[in-house]
């Protein structure tokens, strides 16, 4: 089970920027693809961004799509999320997560897919 620690969260005004980091533990970080969730209250968690173990491709949700950014390094063991002209309906916890699946061919973006979480960091977007 690979250990998961998220930072970066933080309160922001709409049209605002924020980079989250996720630190993962162990040395197959690069085997697995990596996500971004994030639930709100009385939400259900939902998908954000994922992106492929190999780095090569992602997938992003509508509703952030052309807004955040996936990104991850591998020599650092730590996945990125560079959120930009944030809206206030991103306030939420944001929750890193990685794969269950070793060098899964399809990026995945359904929460059962993962098994490893951190612990979320907390977004704000004030109006």
């Known amino acids: 089970q ?10 922001v005004q709409a049209g605002g920027s924020l980079r989250l980091s996720c630190a993962a533990s162990g040395r197959t970080f690069n085997s697995y693809a990596m996500g ?41 063991n730590t996945v990125y999320l560079q959120m930009n002209s944030l809206k206030p309906e991103d306030t939420a ?7 269950r699946i070793f060098h899964r061919v399809a990026v995945p973006t359904q929460t059962a897919d993962f098994g490893s979480w951190g612990q979320g960091t907390q977004v704000t977007v004030s109006s």
């Open 36 to 76: 971004w969730f994030r639930q709100a209250p009385g939400k259900e968690r939902e998908f954000v961004a994922t992106i492929k173990w190999s780095g090569s491709s992602t997938n992003y949700a509508d509703s952030v799509k052309g807004r955040f950014t996936i990104s991850r390094d591998n020599a650092k």
């Open 93 to 99: 916890v944001y929750y890193c997560a990685a794969d």
């Open 2 to 11: 690979v250990q998961l620690v998220e930072s970066g969260g933080g309160l």
